[in-house]
């Protein structure tokens, strides 16, 4: 079920462009994954160098914590999975800088699938950010059991290392570079107004600690994981939750179909209604993973790929060239 009020702040005016330390205005994030991008040989075969300039945030995805990186654009041991080489992705981000030069390019540190943080290697990351010519990190720890308590206020045995993270990561990545953080479906409940929203998790409340101590200036970008929450998940809901304790950008996110734990399955018309939704918001973005996913089936408004649900955010929230696909 989508609300269809107005959020504080009223109706957005933001314009293409960028805003404070760089952040695009209207934030459109895409999780480039690295897994699916196609064989090249030089810089313009990539799609990532022919990215529309809609889709003005780019988070190449994943990088491990841990990351191994000798230099001279060895990408073997840094997680990141393209079939070409370090010196290829380089120039890929380069030629997309001079096609699209609003658009920023970070490195998705973390996943579900890279967890050793305890052995997090910040030196390589900073040579790797430096070597690719990126504009900083988007900061994705995700961890299995955040050891969360809902009785009262929300506390988690995650608080001391998410606090922990951001406070090393800006620290070592500091402004203009850009530090994003993605936080879970229903890592905003459990408090005020949303102490019973469902579903109820293992995650619930799991970000709330961070967003509102300190750390939190560090931060540039809260973007919401808004899927594979279950049928009882409500986007919307979640992004009003998210913004009752986060008053900075903030994008909601969507993904590609299938959804592997029964919803929400994101279609053409539901990811615009929202882009939409959020759009009243003047600090309001999408996001969107993965990028080059393509669900079973033929492709359609109901089926969509990241393409087509990149179009679809593109329009609802008001951006520029909306036509152009992603190549």
């Not at 950010?129 to 504009?135: N, T």
């Not at 606090?163 to 459990?190: E, H, M």
């Not at 959020?278 to 089926?303: E, I, K, S, W």
Request: net charge neutral.
């Amino acid at each position: 079920m989508l609300a269809a009020g107005l959020l504080a702040g009223g109706v957005a005016d933001a314009k293409a462009g960028t805003g404070a330390q760089g952040l695009p205005a209207r934030p459109l994030l895409v999780y480039h994954d690295s897994w699916y991008e196609r064989p090249a040989t030089g810089p313009a075969a990539t799609t990532l160098a022919t990215l529309p300039g809609y889709m003005n945030l780019v988070a190449l995805s994943f990088v491990r914590p841990d990351a191994s990186y000798p230099g001279r654009l060895d990408l073997k041991g840094t997680g990141l999975q393209y079939s070409f080489s370090g010196t290829v992705l380089r120039d890929a981000i380069a030629l997309l800088k001079r096609r699209q030069p609003e658009t920023r390019v970070l490195l998705a540190v973390g996943g579900a699938n890279y967890a050793n943080w305890d052995a997090l290697n910040l030196d390589a990351l900073v040579r790797l950010v430096q070597d690719l010519g990126a504009d900083g990190i988007d900061l994705d720890f995700e961890p299995v059991s955040p050891g969360c308590s809902v009785r009262g206020r929300v506390r988690c045995l995650s608080d001391a290392l998410w606090l922990d993270l951001v406070a090393r990561f800006r620290d070592a990545f500091p402004r203009p570079l850009l530090l994003t953080v993605p936080g879970w479906s229903i890592g905003a409940y459990g408090e005020g107004a949303f102490r019973d929203a469902q579903p109820r998790g293992p995650h619930t409340g799991s970000i709330l600690n961070l967003l509102r101590s300190p750390q939190a200036a560090a931060i540039d970008l809260v973007s919401i994981m808004a899927y594979e929450a279950g049928p009882t998940f409500d986007p919307w809901q979640a992004y009003q939750a998210y913004r009752q304790v986060w008053k900075g950008p903030l994008a909601l996110g969507v993904q590609v179909p299938p959804s592997q734990l029964g919803g929400p399955t994101y279609t053409v018309p539901l990811a615009e209604q929202l882009a939409r939704n959020v759009a009243q918001d003047p600090q309001g973005g999408m996001m969107l993973y993965p990028l080059l996913g393509r669900p079973p089936g033929t492709l359609g408004p109901d089926n969509p790929d990241g393409r087509l649900l990149a179009q679809a955010l593109c329009r609802g929230l008001g951006l520029d060239g909306c036509a152009e696909a992603l190549r």
